[in-house]
């Protein structure tokens, strides 16, 4: 099979070569411009490899002359067969123009690639696991410098040291998609020391597969950056034994110092002391990635339309997860008639009100009463204001 792939793909090449020099195969139609025109005439006064290059990915690819001349500087072909070859790969692997076209503005330099021996056994081995086209366009058009590592001494041993982490192809493929310079970077680089870090701090293996399988990302840095984020969560109290350590110590990768001082200003703003903020980052993580207006909308509904204390909130994080007008809005409509009409007696404790699912919301605020019809209404209605 991939000998034949192979032997084909190359026999495309100079197919194409011979009898295709506008590149009817794969090609943009451009306007034509003066600054274009007078490229073509440069490149046919100056007949070199790069003004080849560049002329063909200003005819191809869509390039503008200068981004073309650029990346030329880095190509070695002087005819259409090897880059032609390269896209009939692509195309074959189930690639779309755009998808192709992406990977090549991205990083041109993948025309040069050898296509025998530098793609088609990175395509294949990634089949072999269990990727499909998709999988393999969606990790190749977000970090081409993939198709350029050793295969052997690299990208099999990533695949391969994720998957023993990991115990799965199906999360291996999922964690490249994540983040794609997984399968870049060897395992001793970034991967490993992070989680030999995570294992010396005592986070459980299946927590740190966990994190690895859902935020590979976090991972993927200096290994003492990691260790000092590892640090601050734990001094907050965070035991590396619960599954709310590894996401906070996501969380405190992905916000920037800035991010986390501004946050914790919002905060404060409603009388959260900083040992509340972390009191409430060690329950719920995510409290920390919610943006500020999502913050100020959520703190001042439940403090001023549902007299909540801030304190509550500080103890019950959870409660900033759902949206205002899909979630607190139209419940807090419903139960405010309920209670109009001394249907219910006292309200609600706040976080089943509001973090119950929308069967259970349902079966205990709207179906038990006579009044059915009318709460459904009432909060459809409201519902359907928020979209």
Not at 15 to 42: D, E, G, N, Y
Request: hydrophobic content about 40%; glycine content about 4%; proline content about 6%.
């Amino acid at each position: 099979m991939f000998y034949f792939l192979s032997k084909s793909v190359l026999q495309y090449g100079r197919h194409t070569a011979a009898v295709s020099p506008t590149h009817k195969h794969f090609s943009f139609q451009l306007s034509p411009s003066t600054i274009t025109i007078r490229f073509f005439i440069s490149t046919l006064e100056n007949p070199n490899k790069h003004s080849f290059a560049a002329s063909y990915l200003i005819s191809k690819f869509g390039f503008s002359p200068e981004s073309a001349l650029s990346a030329s500087k880095h190509l070695n072909f002087t005819t259409t067969e090897k880059p032609d070859s390269v896209i009939h790969i692509f195309k074959h692997y189930g690639f779309s123009q755009v998808q192709t076209l992406k990977l090549v503005k991205k990083y041109p330099r993948v025309l040069s690639c050898n296509p025998e021996k530098t793609l088609l056994p990175k395509l294949e081995f990634f089949h072999s696991k269990g990727m499909s086209n998709n999988d393999i366009a969606r990790i190749l058009c977000t970090y081409p410098h993939i198709l350029v590592r050793s295969l052997e001494n690299c990208i099999t041993l990533n695949f391969n040291f994720l998957g023993n982490l990991l115990q799965s192809n199906d999360k291996t493929i999922a964690a490249a998609k994540r983040y794609s310079p997984i399968l870049y970077h060897k395992p001793d680089r970034f991967l490993k020391p992070c989680i030999d870090i995570l294992e010396e701090y005592g986070v459980p293996k299946k927590h740190i597969a966990s994190l690895v399988h859902r935020w590979p990302r976090s991972v993927m840095m200096s290994p003492n950056y990691l260790r000092r984020i590892v640090e601050k969560v734990r001094e907050m109290g965070c035991d590396p034994l619960k599954p709310q350590f590894t996401t906070a110590v996501m969380v405190m990768s992905l916000l920037s110092e800035s991010g986390w001082e501004r946050r914790l200003g919002v905060y404060k703003s409603w009388g959260w002391s900083e040992e509340d903020v972390h009191a409430a980052f060690i329950k719920e993580p995510w409290c920390m990635m919610t943006s500020d207006d999502k913050i100020m909308a959520v703190m001042d509904f439940l403090v001023n339309n549902m007299d909540c204390e801030p304190s509550f909130i500080v103890k019950n994080p959870y409660l900033l997860k759902p949206g205002l007008k899909t979630t607190f809005i139209p419940r807090a409509s419903v139960v405010h008639f309920l209670l109009s009409k001394q249907l219910i007696e006292t309200k609600p404790n706040l976080v089943t009100l509001f973090l119950c699912s929308e069967k259970m919301f349902l079966e205990k605020f709207v179906y038990r009463f006579e009044e059915a019809p009318q709460l459904l209404k009432l909060y459809g209605d409201q519902s359907n204001l928020s979209k």
